[in-house]
């Protein structure tokens, strides 16, 4: 579908959720959250898109570059090997038959002599390295915010860019100072999920994470499931590390190694145990809901006052299910019922 295309559809989709006032009254009706959920990521989408094209104007205003005057982004998005010649076969031999059809951006770096600062079009770059060949772009000015927001728009349209490379990508931009709305912008996603990312990508040391790799299949629950239990077991580190070192574990692909090492944390023997005879408070949005005490007769939970009836029912429908999927998800438990 053309980018022309897709905004017609956009405008079609905002108009059918109440974008735009229709010109013949019509009885009120109140969007549910989820179309206004929708509308408003149709909306940043072609906000974006809007911003591409501002950039992508006089284009025909493209220069060759030397690959080495063009510098690396300053905040990294993907695991390192994503550049390799084995991953860029069939764009090298692309470019090789076909030359580089799509020129990429950047931005002139001041005080660096003539050098720029690539922001999308790094695959291709890496590909005109390895022919070694100039590497055509588009030259603009952009603040960091633009830039980065640009460069994680490449990746969304692409879409390979996995969960924990997201993850990374996103606390890069914090520790680098950007705000939280620009994050949001180069994901193309909440605030809600932005901080979910940042806290599953703040429990691993980024040694770890190198070294188990972007894990394309291993997804947002996986990460999720690992961090907890991670930050659960006081030796996560310390077996992590020793496991990770094995050429065995090493030799395994990278959603491999990411099985392996939840695994190993997982190990009940690893795992500590619950302190006896300890309460814990369970607080969501400044509110406690329930207190959970912890004894040698048993682990008992209690809900307050502030709890309505109608969600301890709910809680009580799902428990089963619950009770099921932490089961499927949990290697040791799987491994026992296995043997029974």
């Not at 509308?39 to 690959?67: F, M, P, S, T, Y």
């Not at 879409?159 to 931009?173: G, N, P, R, T, Y």
Request: glycine fraction near 6%; include cysteine; charged fraction near 25%.
């Amino acid at each position: 579908m053309s980018r022309k295309d897709s905004k017609g559809m956009f405008a079609n989709v905002l108009v059918g959720l109440g974008q735009e006032t229709p010109s013949v009254p019509t009885a009120t009706t109140s969007p549910s959250p989820h179309l206004l959920k929708v509308a408003a990521g149709v909306r940043q989408l072609q906000e974006r898109g809007e911003l591409a094209d501002k950039l992508l104007q006089g284009a025909d205003h493209i220069i060759q570059l030397e690959v080495d005057a063009v510098l690396p982004s300053s905040i990294r998005d993907r695991f390192d090997g994503a550049y390799d010649a084995d991953r860029l076969q069939d764009l090298v031999q692309s470019m090789r038959e076909h030359g580089q059809t799509t020129p990429g951006l950047v931005r002139p770096m001041p005080g660096e002599g003539g050098r720029f600062q690539i922001v999308f079009g790094r695959r291709r770059l890496a590909a005109a390295k390895l022919l070694g060949i100039k590497f055509r772009a588009i030259v603009r000015d952009l603040t960091d915010e633009q830039a980065i927001v640009i460069q994680g728009e490449e990746n969304a349209n692409r879409d390979d860019l996995s969960f924990i490379e997201k993850c990374v990508f996103a606390l890069s931009q914090e520790e680098a100072g950007f705000k939280r709305e620009v994050i949001c912008s180069s994901l193309a996603t909440g605030k809600s999920h932005v901080s979910e990312m940042l806290q599953i990508a703040k429990v691993f040391p980024k040694a770890v994470l190198t070294r188990i790799g972007a894990a394309p299949e291993t997804g947002r629950r996986r990460w999720a499931q690992l961090a907890e239990r991670w930050s659960a077991n006081a030796k996560a580190q310390a077996v992590t590390d020793q496991l990770l070192e094995e050429l065995t574990v090493q030799s395994l692909s990278s959603d491999d190694r990411f099985a392996a090492v939840l695994n190993a944390v997982s190990k009940a023997e690893n795992a500590p145990a619950a302190p006896a005879d300890r309460a814990q408070e369970v607080v969501s949005k400044g509110m406690t809901l329930a207190v959970v005490n912890y004894a040698k007769a048993g682990t008992k939970l209690t809900f307050t006052k502030a709890v309505p009836d109608d969600f301890v029912n709910y809680l009580l429908r799902r428990m089963e299910g619950l009770h099921e999927e932490y089961l499927d998800q949990s290697p040791q438990i799987a491994q026992n019922k296995t043997k029974l």
